[in-house]
């Protein structure tokens, strides 16, 4: 079966940068994109950006173009997206979530916590 | 970016039916549909329907999806206290080249 399985918790100072991983296993990796997609504690899903595993440009959400960088390991199966600038706002659960279709497989969530 | 509109929140009977609603646009909801996603507190969400208003394997038939021109429209009917949690809707917009969001909507099983 599909199993996203994400990295543990992250605690980071403002100004840091973080980077969040997703092993896939039980598909073929290279034939379904991946989602990003954050959730700030109490708030809604917010949409990040896509990646192709198979290589080519990402597409990200406009918030976070310069910011967020998704990159894809074929090696190893692995997905990873990186954030720079952390701020307070940033504190969230971030996702990984695969695209057949719409959304249809979900990692377990990683909670990032700002602070200083 | 422009996402999709939501009721913040939905309160129904136990055993009764609830509609949630999702308002897009023609780039969006109106031209590929939407998807509709489950979550209760501290999980990931749930796919409950594609796009195309297909269900996925294992989710139950008293949900169902539908789309009228620029919004679509998730059903639930025979409510069960399990079905308390949150709904969001999510579409492609092709104009803006990427995915959208509905704020989401809580709903409440009395």
């Known amino acids: 079966q599909v199993q996203l399985v994400q990295s543990g918790a992250e605690v980071k100072k403002p100004g840091a940068s973080v980077k969040v991983s997703c092993k896939a296993s039980g598909y073929s990796f290279s034939s379904h994109f991946m989602h990003w997609v954050r959730q700030a504690p109490g708030q809604g899903l917010e949409w990040m950006g896509i990646?192709?595993?198979?290589?080519?440009?990402?597409i990200y959400a406009q918030k976070f173009q310069g910011r967020v960088t998704m990159t894809s390991d074929k090696s190893t199966s692995t997905l990873y997206m990186e954030m720079s600038g952390l701020t307070s706002d940033d504190t969230a659960v971030f996702y990984c979530?695969?695209?057949?279709?719409?959304?249809?497989?979900w990692g377990q969530g990683t909670l990032v916590t700002v602070s200083s | 970016q422009a996402g999709l509109t939501q009721p913040p929140s939905v309160s129904k009977g136990l055993r009764q039916t609830a509609t949630l609603t999702c308002a897009g646009s023609?780039?969006?909801?109106?031209?590929?549909?939407a998807a509709w996603l489950q979550q209760h507190q501290g999980h990931p969400p749930k796919l409950l329907s594609y796009r195309n208003n297909g269900r996925p394997s294992g989710i139950s038939e008293r949900f169902s999806a539908s789309r009228s021109g620029d919004t679509a429209s998730l059903t639930i009917t025979g409510l069960q206290p399990e079905d308390e949690g949150d709904y969001y809707c999510?579409?492609?917009?092709?104009?803006?080249?990427?995915?959208?969001f509905g704020g989401g909507t809580k709903l409440t099983v009395l």
């Open positions: 023609s780039s969006n909801v109106g031209d590929q549909g």
């Open positions: 999510s579409a492609w917009d092709s104009s803006l080249s990427v995915w959208v």
């Open positions: 979530a695969r695209e057949a279709g719409s959304f249809d497989s």
């Open positions: 990646i192709n595993p198979s290589g080519g440009s990402p």
